[in-house]
């Protein structure tokens, strides 16, 4: 059974960083496509970035264009969202799925989920 574990949110200052990890066991990690998606309460999951198996795609969402860095490393079986200059919008929980072929934004096409971070951005 595929399991995703996600770490690395908390309370930060807007304009701070954090680097976001989800750690996937259970399965050969390097077949995945990866993606990272948000949701705040009563509002539908958002697609943040995704990663192909051999991060030779990579796919990022308008809110996190120019701020954020998806990464992966197959050897340690991780993703890896580094966030910069956060905002009080990018306050939410985030998710990290996996998925047989490349990335895409539509949370539906995810297979597994982690169980999501915690990211609160003050203002």
């Known amino acids: 059974q595929v399991q995703l574990v996600e770490s690395g949110g908390g309370l930060v200052q807007a304009g701070d960083s954090l680097r976001l990890s989800c750690v996937v066991s259970?399965?050969?990690?390097?077949?995945?496509?990866m993606g990272w998606f948000r949701q705040c309460p009563g509002k539908e999951r958002e697609f943040v970035a995704g990663?192909?198996?051999?991060?030779?795609?990579?796919l990022y969402g308008n809110s996190a264009k120019g701020r954020f860095t998806i990464s992966r490393d197959n050897a340690k079986n991780t993703v890896y969202l580094q966030m910069n200059s956060l905002k009080a919008e990018d306050t939410a929980v985030y998710y990290c799925?996996?998925?047989?072929?490349?990335?895409?934004?539509?949370?539906?096409?995810?297979?597994?989920w982690g169980q999501g971070t915690q990211v609160t951005v003050s203002s």
């Open positions: 799925g996996l998925r047989t072929g490349v990335p895409t934004t539509r949370a539906s096409l995810y297979a597994s």
């Open positions: 990663i192909s198996w051999n991060s030779g795609f990579t």
């Open positions: 259970g399965h050969t990690f390097s077949v995945f496509g």
